[in-house]
């Protein structure tokens, strides 16, 4: 045996174990209950390959388990996120900054139902105050008075059709 540096053929001494780790003897104990065929009873002496794969197992399962908590963090965060958006997306509906989208065509589908009667109604109710004009400005100015008529009309449903959809809150008063 090579007395300067702990190590035979036969194995490795605890002290050299210990300085090539740079930990106790004691830890050298303690890591030598764990691992199977780890320490000649015979010699006393220790294999030094066993030592190199328990401890080589070591560093990769630190790395996995950290790894593991990294994963477990990012997860924890996205879910923190997830929830932070849901109670917000609530929070911008109660407000109403959102509303539901079947309302939201619902409400559309009236607009244009307004607008597209009013509309179709105009040649009908135009055809005689026209018929008899041959002065392009005066049709045109019939034709933008009638336009501007309609969409103030439409302008007037479509706040009727919002105040009935959203009746404004009742206030007390008190004289």
Request: some cysteine.
């Amino acid at each position: 045996m090579n007395r300067n540096n702990g190590v035979t053929n036969n194995g490795v001494t605890r002290d050299f174990l210990a300085q090539k780790y740079n930990v106790s003897t004691r830890t050298i104990n303690e890591w030598a209950r764990a691992i199977a065929g780890a320490k000649n009873p015979k010699t006393g002496l220790y294999n030094l390959d066993a030592f190199e794969l328990f401890t080589a197992n070591r560093v990769s399962c630190s790395k996995s388990f950290q790894d593991l908590q990294a994963e477990k963090i990012k997860a924890e965060i996205r879910k923190l996120s997830v929830e932070s958006d849901s109670r917000e997306f609530d929070l911008a509906i109660k407000r109403g900054e959102f509303v539901p989208l079947e309302e939201a065509i619902a409400d559309l589908t009236t607009a244009l139902t307004i607008c597209r009667s009013r509309f179709l109604a105009m040649p009908s109710k135009l055809a005689t105050s026209l018929g008899g004009l041959n002065n392009p400005k005066e049709i045109s100015a019939i034709l933008e008075e009638e336009i501007h008529q309609n969409l103030q009309a439409i302008a007037e449903n479509l706040a009727k059709y919002e105040a009935k959809k959203n009746p404004p809150l009742e206030t007390d008063s008190h004289p």
